[in-house]
């Protein structure tokens, strides 16, 4: 099948496809006496699971590994755990910095409540400056 027909077996768009193929992530597809790209319904399968592991967000070495892993026949469970946690615990970490920024913020925008903007003796640029005892 051509591209078009992977793109839309796949969810894909042809530019990602021409993508992956590009960074390495997919194999490159057989070509036709013409030259065009011609997917097997294989070809199209790792393209899903590309797009699926996209949608996770993960890095392009993690899909590219996966996809290669599947591609040769052996089962890419442990890299795909591994990822999926990894992946997770950063999203953990990221969630606590977000909290502990929103709180900065929620500070900051309480102290600034008050405070009449009259450059340069008093505004609110000064509440940046103030000292409180949980910012790190």
């Known amino acids: 099948m051509r591209i078009s027909e992977a793109a839309r077996d796949s969810g894909l768009e042809p530019s990602a496809i021409r993508f992956y193929e590009s ?9 036709t006496p013409s030259g ?31 996809v290669t892993m599947s591609a040769s ?5 442990l890299p795909v755990r591994e990822a999926i946690e990894r992946e997770a615990a950063a999203i953990d970490a990221r969630i606590s910095d977000l909290k502990r920024l929103r709180g900065e913020l929620s500070r900051l925008q309480a102290a600034s409540a008050d405070i009449v903007d009259n450059w340069p003796d008093s505004c609110v640029c000064h509440v940046l400056n103030a000292e409180d005892p949980t910012r790190q």
């Open 23 to 31: 960074a390495g992530v997919l194999p490159a597809p057989q070509r």
């Open 73 to 77: 026949g052996n089962a890419p469970c």
């Open 36 to 66: 065009y790209r011609d997917y097997s319904p294989s070809d199209v399968e790792m393209l899903r699971l590309a797009r699926s592991l996209r949608a996770l967000e993960l890095p392009l070495n993690d899909i590219r590994g996966i």
